[in-house]
C-alpha cells in the first residue's frame, strides 16, 4: 500500500507520478472507444453499419465534456440541491410510465425528435448520492435500513413497472453498497435477498412464463428452442469465440441470434471477435478502474465523500458484472448494458456524468470547514 | 477520525474482494465455453444452424442436327412472402413497401400463409430489395429454373418433360429422360449458416463440392422432319 500511494495521488499538482483522477479518465475514455469498435463489430451486416457507431463516438465525446463539465462542479452544489434533483429524476421516472415510449417492450424512454432518452439510466448516479445524502438523517442500525431500503422500493417501483428488472437489479446493487459502506448490518442485509427471493416466488407462482424461464436457465437443453433459446445462443457465441476469435468483424453468430448484438450483448459478440484473450482484459481494465477509484475515495475528505465516490465505482462494476454474468450464463437473461461500452446515448452519459461528480466529491474544489467534519455533519 | 477511515478501507475492500470474486467466477465460465467445452458447445449450435444444401448444375441444351436449340433452362427469381405468424398488418405493411418498388406485386396465395408477390424480378430490382428483405425477415426471393422448349406442340411431345428432384432436373419421358445421364450433370453441394428467420447469413456460404454442368445432346433430326412427325 505504502507503494501504491507514492506512485497514486488524488489530484495533478499532489501527484509525483501520475494523478489518479486522470487515470480514471483516460481509462473510461479507452473502454468508451473499445466499446465503440465493439459496436462496429456487432452491427457491420447491417443495412447502415455506421449508424450505430457514429452516434457512440458522439455520444462518447459528449459524455467525456460532460464528465469533466460535472467534476469542476463544487460538490457542495450538489449536495445543496440533492432533494431537488431526487425529486426530478423520480418525477422523470413516474412520466415516463405515461409519456414515455415502449422498446423492447419496456416503457422506459421519453423521445425527443429522434433522441431516445432513457431517465432509470441517468438516475443512477443521482439515486447514489440521495441514497448517501438520505442515508445519513437515519439513526444507524435498523432504522437506517428500513429507510434506504424504503427509498430503494420507491425509487424501483416505477422502473419494475416499466417492466426492466435488470435495472432493477443495479439499483438494489446500489444500495446495498451504500448501506454497507454506511456501516451497515451484515444481518439487515441478508433481509435483501430473502425479500427478493420471496417475491419472485410469489411473482413465479402466478406467472408460468416466469418460472419456465427460470427453468430454461437451470437446464436449457430441456427446451433448447423455447424457453432455453437465450442460454444456448449465449453458450453457442462464446464458444465460436474459442481462445482468439473468429476475427474482427465476425461476430455472425452474435448478429443471427443474439437479441441486440450492440448493447444487451456486447460482451458476447466481442467474445466470438476475439475470443476469451480478447475480452478478458475489458474485464482487468475494469477492475484497474474500481481500483483507482477505492484509491480515490480514500483521498476524499469526509466519510459522506467516501462512500459516494466508492459506491459510484463500485455500481459502475456491479452493472458491468451483470452484464458479463448475464453474457456468460452466470445469470439467467436479462436486459441490461455493459456500461460505458455498450450502445446507448442514455445509459454512457449516465456513467460519465456520475464519475463527473464522483470526481468533484474526491476534489477539493471547496474549502471544507473542518477536517473531522463527519458523515452527518456533512 | 481514524476509527472511522479504517472502517470504511475495511468494508471497501470486503466488497473490492466480493466483486473480485464475482469477477473471478465469470472469467472462469467465459473460460469454459470459450476453450474447455468450446468443441461440444460449437457441434451442437452448427446442427441448428449450418445447413448443408445442393446447387443446380446447369442441364445441357438439346440441339437439332442443324445446331438450332430445342430445349433448353433458365433461370428465375421470383419474391416471395413466407410468414410465419398470419399477421395481416405486417403483410400489408410488407406489401406497400415492397410495390413502391415492384408496383405490380399482389398476393397470390401458394400455401397457408405462402405468398408468391411477384415472379422473375430483374437483378437490379433484386439490388432494390435488398434492405427490405432485411426489415422483413419473411419476405424471401427464390430461384427457380425452369426448362423452356421450342413452342411447337410436336416438338414439345418429343423433347419430353423435366421434374425436379434432389435439387437437380431429371427427365421423366421423351428425349430429355432417354438422355438424361448426358444433359444432367452433378449438383454442387454447399454449407451455409442460417439466422433465427433460416436466411442465409452473409459471408458463411462455403463450397463443398463443385457443379458439373450437363453436356448438350445434338439430335439427328432436324426441327422441321419433327414437326412433322
Same mark, same amino acid.
Given at each position: 500500500m505504502k507503494i501504491l500511494d507514492k506512485y497514486f495521488t488524488a489530484f495533478p499538482g499532489e501527484s509525483p507520478v501520475f494523478p489518479l483522477a486522470m487515470l480514471i479518465q483516460g481509462l473510461?475514455?479507452?473502454?468508451?472507444?473499445?466499446?465503440?469498435?465493439?459496436?462496429?463489430? /456487432?452491427?457491420?451486416?447491417?443495412?447502415?453499419?455506421?449508424?450505430?457507431?457514429? =452516434?457512440?463516438?458522439l455520444w462518447l465525446v459528449l459524455g467525456m465534456g460532460l464528465m469533466m463539465f460535472c467534476a469542476r462542479i463544487p460538490f457542495s452544489v450538489y449536495r445543496d440541491?440533492?432533494?431537488?434533483?431526487?425529486?426530478?429524476?423520480?418525477?422523470?421516472?413516474?412520466?415516463?410510465?405515461?409519456?414515455?415510449?415502449?422498446?423492447?417492450?419496456?416503457?422506459?424512454?421519453?423521445?425527443?425528435?429522434?433522441? #431516445?432518452?432513457?431517465?432509470?439510466? &441517468? /438516475?443512477?448516479?443521482?439515486?447514489?448520492?440521495?441514497?448517501?445524502?438520505?442515508?445519513?438523517k437515519f439513526r444507524p442500525g435498523m432504522r437506517r435500513f428500513a429507510g434506504m431500503a424504503l427509498i430503494t422500493l420507491l425509487w424501483v417501483l416505477p422502473i419494475a413497472l416499466q417492466p426492466d428488472f435488470g435495472t432493477v437489479l443495479v439499483y438494489i446493487a446500489g444500495f446495498i453498497i451504500v448501506y454497507w459502506l454506511m456501516n451497515g448490518s451484515f444481518w439487515h442485509l441478508l433481509l435483501v435477498p430473502a425479500t427478493l427471493f420471496s417475491i419472485a416466488g410469489w411473482i413465479i407462482n402466478?406467472?408460468?412464463?416466469?418460472?419456465? =424461464?427460470?427453468?430454461?436457465? &437451470?437446464?436449457?437443453?430441456?427446451?433448447?428452442?423455447?424457453?432455453?433459446?437465450?442460454? =444456448?445462443? #449465449?453458450?453457442?457465441?462464446? *464458444? =465460436?469465440?474459442g481462445l482468439w476469435g473468429m476475427k474482427w468483424g465476425k461476430a455472425l453468430w452474435a448478429n443471427s441470434y443474439l437479441p441486440l448484438a450492440h448493447s444487451d450483448s456486447v460482451f458476447a459478440s466481442l467474445a466470438e471477435s476475439l475470443g476469451f484473450m480478447g475480452t478478458f482484459p475489458v474485464i482487468v481494465v475494469m477492475g484497474i478502474l474500481v481500483f483507482a477509484v477505492f484509491r480515490l475515495s480514500l483521498k476524499a475528505?469526509?466519510? #459522506?465523500?467516501?462512500?459516494?465516490?466508492?459506491?459510484?465505482?463500485?455500481?459502475? *462494476? *456491479?452493472? *458491468?458484472?451483470?452484464?458479463?454474468?448475464?453474457?456468460?450464463?452466470?445469470?439467467? /437473461?436479462t436486459g441490461i448494458t455493459l456500461p460505458v461500452l455498450s450502445y446507448g446515448g442514455s445509459s454512457l452519459l449516465s456513467t460519465l456524468i456520475s464519475f463527473g461528480i464522483m470526481l468533484s466529491a474526491a476534489g477539493r474544489h471547496e474549502t471544507i470547514s473542518s477536517s473531522k467534519v463527519n458523515y452527518n455533519q456533512e | 477520525m481514524e476509527n472511522s477511515t479504517d472502517n470504511f478501507k475495511i468494508r471497501a475492500l470486503q466488497l473490492l474482494w466480493c466483486i473480485l470474486i464475482?469477477?473471478?467466477?465469470?472469467?472462469?465460465?467465459?473460460? %469454459?465455453?470459450?476453450?474447455?467445452?468450446?468443441?461440444?458447445?460449437?457441434?451442437? @449450435?452448427?446442427?441448428?444452424?449450418?445447413?448443408?444444401?445442393?446447387?443446380?448444375?446447369?442441364? @445441357?441444351?438439346?440441339?437439332?442436327?442443324?445446331?438450332?436449340?430445342?430445349?433448353?433452362?433458365?433461370? %428465375?427469381?421470383?419474391?416471395?412472402l413466407i410468414s410465419s405468424e398470419e399477421d395481416?398488418?405486417?403483410?400489408?405493411?410488407?406489401?406497400?413497401?415492397?410495390?413502391?418498388?415492384?408496383?405490380?406485386?399482389?398476393?397470390?396465395?401458394?400455401?397457408?400463409?405462402?405468398?408468391?408477390?411477384?415472379?422473375?424480378?430483374?437483378?437490379?430490382?433484386?439490388?432494390?430489395?435488398?434492405?427490405?428483405?432485411?426489415?422483413?425477415?419473411?419476405?424471401?426471393?427464390?430461384?427457380?429454373?425452369?426448362?423452356?422448349?421450342?413452342?411447337?406442340?410436336?416438338?414439345?411431345? %418429343?423433347?419430353?418433360?423435366v421434374e425436379f428432384k434432389d435439387g437437380n432436373q431429371h427427365g421423366v419421358s421423351g428425349i430429355e429422360k432417354d438422355y438424361?445421364?448426358?444433359?444432367?450433370?452433378?449438383?454442387?453441394?454447399?454449407?451455409?449458416?442460417?439466422?433465427?428467420?433460416?436466411?442465409?447469413?452473409?459471408?458463411?456460404?462455403?463450397?463443398?463440392?463443385?457443379?458439373?454442368? @450437363?453436356n448438350d445432346v445434338k439430335l439427328d433430326v432436324s426441327l422441321e422432319e419433327i414437326k412433322k412427325n
Open positions: 473510461l475514455f479507452m473502454l468508451g472507444l473499445w466499446g465503440c469498435l465493439a459496436i462496429y463489430n /456487432a452491427t457491420m451486416y447491417a443495412v447502415s453499419p455506421f449508424y450505430f457507431v457514429g =452516434r457512440q463516438l440541491n440533492v432533494e431537488l434533483l431526487t425529486v426530478l429524476f423520480y418525477i422523470s421516472l413516474l412520466a415516463v410510465l405515461i409519456f414515455g415510449v415502449r422498446i423492447n417492450g419496456m416503457k422506459g424512454w421519453f423521445m425527443v425528435g429522434n433522441i #431516445f432518452i432513457q431517465p432509470s439510466e &441517468l /438516475a443512477k448516479g443521482f439515486f447514489i448520492l440521495a441514497l448517501c445524502h438520505f442515508g445519513g402466478f406467472n408460468p412464463y416466469l418460472l419456465n =424461464r427460470i427453468l430454461g436457465y &437451470l437446464c436449457p437443453e430441456l427446451d433448447p428452442l423455447g424457453f432455453g433459446w437465450h442460454i =444456448r445462443q #449465449f453458450q453457442f457465441t462464446l *464458444a =465460436r469465440g475528505e469526509t466519510e #459522506f465523500r467516501k462512500v459516494f465516490v466508492l459506491s459510484i465505482g463500485l455500481l459502475f *462494476a *456491479a452493472q *458491468a458484472l451483470i452484464h458479463i454474468s448475464v453474457n456468460v450464463t452466470l445469470m439467467p /437473461a | 464475482w469477477a473471478i467466477l465469470a472469467s472462469c465460465w467465459l473460460f %469454459y465455453y470459450s476453450v474447455f467445452a468450446r468443441q461440444k458447445y460449437m457441434e451442437l @449450435g452448427n446442427k441448428i444452424a449450418v445447413r448443408q444444401g445442393t446447387y443446380y448444375a446447369g442441364r @445441357g441444351r438439346i440441339l437439332d442436327k442443324n445446331d438450332r436449340v430445342l430445349a433448353w433452362s433458365e433461370k %428465375y427469381f421470383d419474391l416471395y395481416q398488418n405486417i403483410r400489408n405493411m410488407a406489401l406497400h413497401k415492397v410495390m413502391e418498388i415492384l408496383p405490380d406485386a399482389a398476393f397470390h396465395r401458394v400455401k397457408d400463409s405462402d405468398f408468391l408477390l411477384k415472379r422473375e424480378i430483374s437483378p437490379d430490382k433484386i439490388i432494390e430489395l435488398e434492405p427490405l428483405l432485411t426489415k422483413f425477415p419473411d419476405l424471401k426471393i427464390l430461384p427457380r429454373t425452369e426448362r423452356k422448349v421450342v413452342d411447337y406442340a410436336e416438338v414439345r411431345n %418429343y423433347i419430353g418433360r438424361d445421364s448426358i444433359l444432367a450433370g452433378t449438383c454442387g453441394i454447399y454449407e451455409v449458416m442460417l439466422d433465427r428467420h433460416k436466411n442465409w447469413v452473409q459471408g458463411t456460404w462455403l463450397l463443398k463440392r463443385k457443379a458439373i454442368s @450437363g
